[in-house]
C-alpha cells in the first residue's frame, strides 16, 4: 500500500507532506503511486478538509465538547481513502491510503476497459476494519505527541512548514511502526 500524510494548517495551508509505503508485511517503505495519477492525491487530500470541517461544526458530534480527534474514514475518490484526525488547535491530519496495485498482467486488462479506475483495487483492504482503524489511530497519536514536540519548540511560528529532520524522523518512524 501506498500513502500519502499531510498536516494542514489553520489556514488550510499544508504544514507538512510525507509519502511513504506499508512497511508491515514484508513492505519496503516505499510509495508506489502510478505517475500519471500523482496530481490526485493532493487533490483527494485536500478536498476532504471541507469534510473534516462538517464533523468538526457539526451539532450532532458525539462528544459534547465538539469533534472527536481521531475521525476514522472520512473520504473515498476511486480506490483512495482518507482518515482524519483534528488537533486541539484546529490542525488537521489527513492520511490517504491507496491499496496495493493489482497484478500486471490484470491491470493491463483492466486499463482497456471503459471504467477502468487510475487506482487498481485490492479486494482486501478495508478501511473500517477494527484492526486497519487502530492501526492508523495509533499512527495519528504518535503523530500528534511528535507534533506537539514540534510546535512546543521556541523555534516554530505558527502556520509555517515544518521542516525538522527530526520530526520527518518520527513520522516514518510511526509509519513504519502501525503501518
Do not use: C
Amino acid at each position: 500500500m501506498s500513502y500519502y500524510f499531510s498536516i494542514i494548517g489553520t489556514n488550510d495551508k499544508a504544514l507538512y507532506e510525507h509519502e511513504f509505503g506499508t512497511s508491515k508485511q514484508g513492505g519496503d517503505g516505499i510509495a508506489r503511486f502510478p505517475t500519471e495519477s500523482r496530481h490526485h492525491i493532493q487533490f483527494v487530500s485536500n478536498s476532504s478538509i471541507d469534510i473534516v470541517e462538517e464533523i468538526q461544526w457539526s451539532p450532532t458530534t458525539p462528544t459534547s465538547g465538539g469533534a472527536p480527534m481521531y475521525l476514522k474514514h472520512i473520504d473515498k475518490f476511486q480506490n483512495l481513502y482518507v482518515s482524519g484526525f483534528i488537533t486541539g488547535g484546529n490542525v488537521k491530519f489527513l492520511l490517504l491510503t491507496a491499496p496495493a496495485a493489482a497484478p500486471a498482467a490484470r491491470s493491463s486488462a483492466l486499463a482497456s476497459s471503459a471504467r477502468a479506475s487510475a487506482y487498481p483495487s485490492s479486494s482486501n483492504y478495508n478501511p473500517t476494519a477494527p484492526a486497519t482503524e487502530e492501526a492508523v489511530r495509533n499512527f495519528f497519536v504518535d503523530v500528534y505527541d511528535a507534533w506537539v514536540k514540534t510546535i512546543m519548540s521556541p523555534f516554530y511560528t505558527v502556520n509555517d512548514k515544518v521542516t525538522s529532520p527530526v520530526f520527518r524522523g518520527r513520522v516514518a518512524g510511526a509509519a513504519k511502526k502501525y503501518l
